[in-house]
């Protein structure tokens, strides 16, 4: 079974304190792709990170990075001084190769209070 | 420019009465999506397609219904059979390979009961 754990479902935070979401993956797939998106409060979803299961690099991306590690089935997303224009809910998103389907995990919502 | 286009924005549903959401693509996608979002959850996979003429149920088909007769159009029609049809409706497209590439998300169809 392919499952996607965001076990913080919202995160309260001050305006310039780094925050880290956790996402927790399942499969049994040896190729898979593993997703972060924003979804602000006007509803859309917006694409952010894609990662391949054989590629374990890190990446950052200005205040954004991205922590895989396969050995801990984990794909954890960090803020570094947040900002109120942050405060959205983020989801994680698991593809395995050859499917059409995308597990969603539940979502964290984040507050970035001034 | 190139996107997805959900329309309407709002939509009101009087009872016994099926209600049809519009999704358009030009991205020339050829998979197709359609997701379900109650206040605070995750979102639930209601029916996709990969290619023309042809579509799968999700998690939570049951009272809904869709068709895919062009590449670039994917309607859900929430029938009378649904009885709890308020939620925000999310439509996304994916080219179908390779698996690694990402949802594209239209900005949602807020649905309420009269």
């Known amino acids: 079974a392919q499952k996607v754990t965001q076990a913080q479902t919202e995160i309260s935070v001050v305006e310039k304190e780094d925050v880290t979401l956790d996402c927790v993956y399942e499969?049994?797939?040896?190729?898979?792709?593993l997703f972060w998106y924003k979804q602000p409060p006007s509803g859309e979803l917006v694409f952010l990170i894609r990662r391949n299961s054989f590629d374990e690099q890190n990446e950052i991306s200005g205040r954004y990075s991205w922590n895989f590690q396969k050995s801990t089935s984990s794909f954890n997303f960090t803020i570094t001084a947040s900002q109120v224009v942050d405060s959205a809910v983020y989801f994680c998103a698991l593809r395995t190769s050859g499917t059409y389907k995308y597990i969603f995990g539940t979502g964290t919502r984040l507050k970035v209070l001034a | 420019d190139g996107g997805i286009t959900q329309s309407p924005k709002y939509l009101f549903r009087k009872e016994g009465q099926n209600v049809t959401l519009s999704c358009e693509q030009n991205l020339n996608h050829d998979a197709m999506y359609w997701y379900r979002q109650d206040p605070g959850q995750g979102l639930r996979l209601i029916y996709y397609?990969?290619?023309?003429?042809?579509?799968q149920k999700g998690d939570i088909a049951e009272g809904y219904s869709v068709s895919r007769e062009k590449k670039e159009s994917f309607p859900l029609t929430v029938t009378s059979a649904q009885k709890n049809p308020t939620a925000f409706y999310l439509c996304?497209?994916?080219?179908?390979?390779?698996?690694?590439?990402?949802?594209?998300f239209g900005d949602g169809t807020r649905l309420s009961i009269l």
């Open positions: 499969t049994r797939d040896t190729t898979y792709y």
């Open positions: 996304a497209s994916s080219w179908g390979a390779p698996s690694n590439q990402p949802q594209h």
């Open positions: 397609s990969q290619i023309v003429n042809d579509f």
